[in-house]
């Protein structure tokens, strides 16, 4: 073999070699490429993963708070209004208490139990008659804040019930007498019929309701 020959194959084989080592650079840089983008690929799902459960997380949290604070606001109103209803009952005790000493002052009566309910007055227990019964029911019901009155008393003498007049503005007894009787000087058996609550015939209103007997 000559010199050119040999200098022929050994560059042959270096050229070769160099060829060799560029595919396998690029293999190997290709592999590198190809591990890179599953990494990141696989990173970048689990970032994904991470921020779904990051949101998920935040909505149950979310939603808990939201639970909570209607919890809290339901057991405020329900409290609210227990003191309230504690706060009627006592009032409407104290109101009862009230009138029955009013009825009891006005020599009425002391066998007489009343109830209030905002606005109505229970009447029970016993009186002697008829009159006495209607001057009960009278006294608490134009007391200020009754607007009805229910009454189960026992009457030991009963009799007719009285004819009921509510005054109105202008009214005096005697006008009163005039209307229901044709006569006005007879003012003062309205007077009469509906002490003690009335203590002097020239102090009536409107509104009030009187007996006429």
């Known amino acids: 073999m000559g010199v050119f020959d040999f200098v022929k194959d050994t560059g042959s084989k270096l050229l070769k070699g160099d060829k060799d080592e560029k595919f396998a650079a690029a293999r190997e840089a290709a592999e590198t490429a190809k591990r890179k983008a599953q990494t990141s690929s696989t990173a970048g799902k689990a970032r994904e993963t991470a921020a779904k459960a ?16 209607v919890a809290k606001d339901a057991a405020t109103e329900k409290q609210t209004a227990a003191r309230k209803a504690f706060n009627d009952r006592r009032k409407n005790a104290n109101k009862a208490d009230e009138l029955e000493q009013y009825v009891a002052k006005l020599g009425l009566g002391d066998d007489i139990d ?3 309910d905002g606005s109505t007055v229970f009447l029970s227990g016993s009186v002697a008659d008829q009159a006495t019964a209607e001057r009960v029911v009278l006294a608490v019901g134009n007391v200020e804040g009754v607007e009805r009155v229910d009454e189960d008393l026992e009457i030991a003498q ?31 058996e309205i007077f009469e019929a509906n002490r003690p609550m009335l203590s002097d015939p020239n102090l009536i209103y409107p509104g009030q309701v009187l007996r006429i007997p």
């Open 54 to 69: 990051k949101a998920a997380s935040s909505r149950q949290a979310a939603e808990a708070k939201k639970k909570a604070s």
């Open 114 to 116: 009343v109830r209030y």
């Open 158 to 188: 009963p009799a007719d019930a009285a004819q009921m007049y509510t005054v109105k503005a202008g009214d005096s007894l005697s006008a009163i007498a005039k209307q229901v009787y044709g006569d006005a000087n007879r003012y003062n």
